[in-house]
């Protein structure tokens, strides 16, 4: 069983920048990054393989950045230029194999969320 723990959310004001991390308990072909807000299903943000190969949706393309440490089996997301509408929890999730995509099924693992907001 995998384990993985986010890091890292928080509270900043538009425009501002925020990176969240996810330490996995090892390493794992295929990482992404999530984001749920209350009321509406989780979204796929960005994901990235082993060779990292990244992903992103439209959203937050040329603002966001998906990165890995696989010497400390850690995952990152920078977020800049943060919008109100970034506002949400954001979880980390990985699965072993397949193709990585953002489909939300496709993944076998999760960790518990970390809450980032922005204000307007």
């Known amino acids: 069983q995998v384990q993985l723990v986010e890091s890292g959310g928080g509270s900043v004001e538009e425009g501002g920048s925020l990176r969240i991390s996810c330490s996995a308990s090892?390493?794992?072909?295929?990482m992404a990054w999530f984001r749920q807000v209350p009321g509406t299903e989780r979204e796929g943000v960005a994901y990235?393989?082993?060779?990292?190969?990244?992903s992103f949706i439209n959203s937050v393309k040329g603002r966001f950045t998906i990165s890995r440490d696989k010497a400390k089996n850690t995952l990152y997301l920078q977020m800049n230029s943060l919008k109100p509408e970034d506002t949400a929890m954001y979880y980390c999730?990985?699965?072993?194999?397949?193709?990585?995509?953002?489909?939300?099924?496709?993944?076998?693992?999760w960790g518990q969320g970390t809450q980032v907001t922005v204000s307007s």
């Open positions: 999730a990985a699965r072993p194999g397949g193709m990585c995509n953002l489909a939300r099924n496709s993944f076998k693992y």
């Open positions: 090892e390493d794992i072909y295929c």
């Open positions: 990235i393989t082993a060779g990292d190969s990244t």
